[in-house]
């Protein structure tokens, strides 16, 4: 007898168990439908002129950036602009960075800064090729969030002009 009220008092709480709601799971926050920042990297990917500037690279620089990278892809964008302005503290002059954090203000939606971040790297880089691209893009971008459908017109027209066609090699 007490075998029989012990399973059934099992079964009981099993049923029971069972019918909990699953407790919440962490997620990840989704990728919007339109990815700007994607869009913009997409532009300088696009962007293969004949002539590409390549700096080279102090050590730590280039782990600070690859640090960045890391705390972009796991969402931690403060902590990512973080470390591309201890970057820049090191490598002032250096327009890939600036423009790097640009992408990061727009991770965090801060439009107006990624705009100027920007504008700066376009002003110190190399003005063609793909930082150029992707400068023009998030100018292009910034200024569609901001609803300014004429300078955004004038931006991607900007986009075109980063390019320089090599030489003909018949």
Known sequence: ????????????????????????????????????????????????????????????VQGLEKSAQVDEQAGRYPDADAKLVQALKLAPQAPELIQDRAEVAVRMQNFPLAEQLSRQS????????SLCARNWQTIYEMRMQANDQAQAMAARAEVGKCHIAGPNRF
């Open 122 to 129: 376009f002003e110190m880089g190399p003005k063609s090729g």
């Open 1 to 60: 007898m007490h075998r029989l009220r012990f399973c059934a008092i099992a079964a009981v709480a099993l049923v029971a168990a069972c019918s909990q709601p699953a407790p919440p799971q962490a997620t990840r926050p989704s990728k919007p439908a339109y990815d700007i920042v994607a869009q913009i990297r997409a532009a300088g990917e696009r962007e293969k002129s004949a002539i590409e500037v390549a700096p080279l690279r102090d050590p730590g």
